[in-house]
């Protein structure tokens, strides 16, 4: 099950990928994955999430720190 700081996670980033119009193909492309992994990510319905890794190398196309995509420290888990 995806934890609250997760979905928080991947909610900024979905956020953000909207913002720049990046589709989930063009992320697929860099972490080289299938589009479908982006696409698990962001559904409730599956537990697929990125890796630490993988949001290091979102915030690298989206020209911003990974820090921008964590809650800060009083998140209400």
Request: hydrophobic fraction near 40%.
């Amino acid at each position: 099950m995806k934890s609250k700081v997760d979905l928080f996670v991947i909610n900024e980033i979905r956020k953000k990928r909207k913002e720049l119009s990046i589709s989930q193909r063009g992320i697929a492309a860099v972490l080289e994955c299938s589009p479908s992994f982006i696409g698990q990510v962001e559904s409730d319905k599956y537990n697929t999430k990125y890796s630490v890794h993988q949001i290091f190398l979102i915030a690298q196309l989206f020209e911003c720190s990974p820090t921008e995509f964590f809650p800060s420290l009083d998140f209400d888990l």
